[in-house]
């Protein structure tokens, strides 16, 4: 079984191949794509052991001798340092401008690979392996990669679109179950912001759902996948529609940095942050209060927070106005119209926001 998502972006359009077993199309398509015969795998220590020697394989087959580099695994590897450290050994490597780069991780792999391949030599070829949900449904899709600095995450980056994506469901196997719930979260997002009859089949196939069940998990991280793409494809660089992939994530920003990045995973905080989000929409009329308890009621099935420990109201009131996505000191809140559909909205009265922030602290 095996599902492929194209995404199209004129001379930058790839494929995302998905499925169990998907070596062969990995290996097929590094044969035809023209590279160097030298290229590097980037991937972390939990990673590594489960799967590296297996894709270096597959590659070598295809005629590319890929030297696996090894990074520490966590959030504080997507650094300039690091990025240095890889671009040394690439240049040891004696890597070229057709030499491809491969990101067999989740998305800190991703995003500080994909910043590597786009800036050496001014951007060699990037293949995207996503091994975590949360990298498959969402970081390894769209372009963006960057790393962080001391001052904020994600602030140093480009657009670089990968040649193409291939997600290994088998490799989710070794994945921990908080992992799996993290990833859930972007998934919701997308069934609230273009697709009512996605929310509803996770509704109705939590279990599944959970498991990772092999159909049903192809099937989301596929439908996921067309979601974003079909939203990037129409405003690749962020110009406004890509902003609807931010449903929830004002509040998860303000939740994640006061709990310094440490308590929650992102698709945690985003769960909390939706949960708001539906709150604001139905304060302000947009969307009915069954819709939104519907949006609770599957956030919390599917293991995730629906309030946030560890925060003030107050704290948190403050660091919305420092959001990056904040234009001239007001928030666009991407709001629901009703499942399956946003809006982005700039006026939402100060105390909405304060009563559903202070409600998400209690
Ligand atoms: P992660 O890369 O840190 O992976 C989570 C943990 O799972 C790590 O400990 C990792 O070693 C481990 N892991 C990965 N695959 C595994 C597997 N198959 N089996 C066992 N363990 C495995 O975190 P993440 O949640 O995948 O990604 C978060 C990052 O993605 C953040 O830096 C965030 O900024 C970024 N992100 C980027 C975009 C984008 O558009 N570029 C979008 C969303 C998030
Ligand atoms: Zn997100």
Redesign the pocket.
């Known amino acids: 079984m095996m599902r492929k998502v194209d995404v199209a972006l004129g001379a930058r359009s790839y494929p995302i191949v998905i499925g169990c077993g998907i070596m062969d199309e990995l290996t097929a398509f590094v044969r035809q794509a023209g590279y160097s015969p030298r290229g590097m795998i980037v991937t ?4 590594a052991p ?1 799967c590296a020697a297996r894709i270096a394989a597959c590659i070598a087959r295809a005629g590319v001798q890929a030297e696996v580099a090894v990074i520490p ?3 504080q590897s ?1 650094s300039l340092a690091q990025a240095e450290q890889l671009f040394t050994r690439a240049i040891s490597l004696g890597l070229d401008r057709k030499s491809p780069i491969f990101a067999l ?7 500080l690979t ?1 910043f590597v391949a786009a800036s050496y030599m001014r951007g060699v070829p990037f293949i995207q392996l996503p ?2 949900l ?2 498959q449904v ?2 390894s899709v ?1 372009g ?3 790393v962080n600095h001391a001052r904020g ?2 602030l140093i980056g480009a657009f670089y679109q990968p040649d193409a994506v291939f997600m290994d469901l088998d ?2 196997q ?3 179950a908080r ?1 799996i719930r ?2 859930l979260g ?1 998934i919701i997002k997308y069934g609230i912001i273009c697709d009512a009859d996605f929310f509803a089949w996770l509704e109705a196939h939590t279990a599944d759902v959970l498991a990772l069940a092999p159909d049903a998990a192809a099937y989301m991280i596929a439908r996921s996948c067309e979601i974003k793409a079909d939203v990037v494809r129409q405003d690749e660089r962020e110009g406004g529609l890509r902003r609807i992939l931010n449903f929830g994530h004002t509040i998860a920003h303000a939740v994640e940095t006061e709990t310094g990045y440490a308590r929650y ?3 945690e905080a985003v769960a909390i942050g939706m949960a708001g989000a539906a709150q604001i929409s139905a304060a302000m009329g947009l969307l009915s209060s069954a819709d939104a308890a519907r949006i609770t009621r599957l956030i919390t099935a599917m293991g995730l927070p629906c309030t946030a420990e560890g925060v003030t109201a107050d704290a948190m009131y403050a660091d919305l106005f420092h959001d990056k996505k904040t234009v001239g000191g007001r928030i666009h809140w991407v709001l629901a119209a009703c499942i399956g559909r946003v809006c982005v909205r700039s006026d939402v009265p100060e105390d909405v926001v304060r009563n559903t922030i202070a409600g998400l602290c209690s």
Not at 44 to 47: I, L, Q, R
Not at 105 to 111: A, I, M, R
Request: no cysteine; net charge negative.
């Open positions: 972390d220590e939990h990673v489960h695994a966590g959030e997507k991780g989740g998305g800190v792999v991703g995003d994909g091994t975590t949360l990298a969402d970081s769209g963006k990669v960057a995450k994600n490799a989710l070794t994945l921990p992992e993290a990833g972007e995973r992102h698709g």
